[in-house]
């Protein structure tokens, strides 16, 4: 499995930005799919981001879509996610998962078909 390591996470005010990092192991992450997560406390992890290993196709749930913005740098075997416009409702731990394969569209969302995941990074944002 690669190993993922996230870092950007922090402390905003709302409407600020921040960018996440999320750097691999292993060079076998420029074929992989990749995906935000995150979780806030007493809920379950949710999809918020996903891209395709060519980089071609994205999907985002509803409630970032338009704010946030996910891409990859496969020289550097790194994805980002780009969070403008930042809201209180987005607080929590961000995790960056990778998966090995091809993934339709539908399977970005379930954290299942995702083999790798990093440790997670806070992102808090105050109103």
């Known amino acids: 499995q690669v190993q993922l390591v996230e870092s950007g996470g922090g402390l905003v005010q709302a409407g600020g930005s921040l960018r996440l990092s999320c750097a691999a192991s292993e060079r076998t992450f420029s074929s992989s799919a990749v995906a935000w997560f995150r979780q806030a406390p007493g809920k379950e992890r949710e999809f918020v981001a996903g891209?395709?290993?060519?980089?071609?196709?994205?999907y985002y749930t509803d409630s970032v879509k338009g704010r946030f913005t996910i891409s990859r740098d496969n020289a550097k075997n790194t994805a980002y996610l780009q969070m403008n416009s930042l809201k209180p409702e987005d607080t929590a731990v961000y995790y960056c998962?990778?998966?090995?394969?091809?993934?339709?569209?539908?399977?970005?969302?379930?954290?299942?078909?995702?083999?790798?995941w990093g440790q997670g990074t806070q992102v808090t944002v105050s109103s």
């Open positions: 891209l395709s290993w060519s980089g071609s196709n994205t």
């Open positions: 998962a990778a998966a090995p394969r091809y993934l339709a569209s539908s399977s970005y969302t379930k954290p299942t078909n995702f083999d790798s």
